[in-house]
C-alpha cells in the first residue's frame, strides 16, 4: 500500500460528460502529480502541483483541469469527454520536488472508459 | 527532443534465469526512476536514481550517467517479477515534468 488514495477505480460515463477523479497523497506529502497512461500514448504527465499551487505542466487538454486544495488532497476534472479519453489515470505524490526527496509514489489509478 | 528508449519491449525468460532492461535517453537529466506496473494496472517504484548504483533485494538498478544509459537487473527471477517495467526520467532545466519509456514486458515462467 503506497499510502496514496485515487477515487473512484472505475468510471464508466458518456461523451460529452464531465467527471471528477480524485486523489488523498500520502500523508505529509506536499506534491501531487497527475499522469495519463492510454494503450497508444502509453504514460504521460498531465500536470503537478505542490502544496495548492501549480508547479509544472505537462500535455494536459484544455478540457482538463485540476487543483490541489489546503488539505492536499487533489481532483482532476476531466470535461467534454471524448472516446479517446479512455485511460488508466494515476495520481503520484511525493514530499518535495527535487533530485534527492522526489520518489514518487503511485496510487492505483482510476480507469475511465468513455462510451 | 527528451526521448527515453527501453530495451527489449518484451522479455520472456525461465525462472531462475538473470534478466537485464535497458534504458536509454537523449540528452542530461536531474533523475531517473524505474517502475514496476503489474498485470492489475498499480504502478509501484522501484528505485530513483541519479548516479551510481541502487540494490533491493534481488534488484538492481545501474546508471551511467556520460553514456546516458541505465540498467534494471533482476536476479534469480521468479514468476511473481512478471510485470511491465517502466524507465521513466526528469530532464535538467528545472521542470519536473516526467518522461517515460515505453515499457518492457517481463514474463518469467515457471
Known amino acids: 500500500d503506497s499510502g496514496v488514495t485515487q477515487t473512484p477505480k472505475h468510471l464508466i460515463t458518456a461523451t460529452g460528460q464531465r467527471v471528477t477523479l480524485r486523489c488523498s497523497p500520502r500523508?505529509?506529502?506536499?506534491?501531487v502529480y497527475w499522469y495519463q497512461q492510454s494503450l497508444d500514448q502509453g504514460l504521460q504527465f498531465l500536470i503537478q502541483?505542490?502544496?495548492?499551487?501549480?508547479?509544472a505542466k505537462g500535455n494536459i487538454l484544455e478540457r482538463f483541469s485540476a487543483q490541489q486544495f489546503p488539505d492536499l488532497h487533489s481532483e482532476l476534472n476531466l470535461s467534454s469527454l471524448e472516446l479517446g479519453d479512455s485511460a488508466l489515470y494515476f495520481c503520484?505524490?511525493?514530499?518535495?520536488?527535487?533530485?534527492?526527496?522526489?520518489?514518487?509514489?503511485f496510487g492505483e489509478g482510476s480507469r475511465l472508459t468513455v462510451l | 527532443k527528451n526521448e527515453v528508449e527501453q530495451s527489449p519491449q518484451n522479455l520472456t525468460a525461465q525462472e531462475g534465469e538473470f534478466i537485464t532492461i535497458n534504458c536509454s535517453y537523449s540528452?542530461?537529466?536531474?533523475?531517473l526512476h524505474w517502475l514496476q506496473q503489474h498485470p492489475g494496472g498499480g504502478i509501484v517504484s522501484l528505485f530513483m536514481?541519479?548516479?551510481g548504483k541502487k540494490k533491493h533485494g534481488r534488484l538492481i538498478a545501474t546508471i551511467n550517467i556520460q553514456e546516458k544509459h541505465s540498467s534494471l537487473h533482476i536476479t534469480a527471477s521468479h514468476p511473481r517479477d512478471s510485470a511491465v517495467y517502466i524507465c521513466?526520467?526528469?530532464?535538467?532545466?528545472?521542470?519536473?515534468?516526467?518522461?517515460f519509456g515505453k515499457g518492457t514486458k517481463l514474463t518469467v515462467n515457471p
Open positions: 503520484a505524490s511525493s514530499l518535495h520536488p527535487g533530485v534527492n526527496t522526489g520518489e514518487l509514489f
Open positions: 536514481l541519479s548516479s
Open positions: 521513466a526520467v526528469r530532464f535538467t532545466g528545472g521542470s519536473e515534468k516526467l518522461v
Open positions: 502541483y505542490y502544496n495548492g499551487e501549480e508547479r
Open positions: 500523508s505529509g506529502d506536499l506534491s
Open positions: 540528452v542530461g537529466i536531474s533523475a
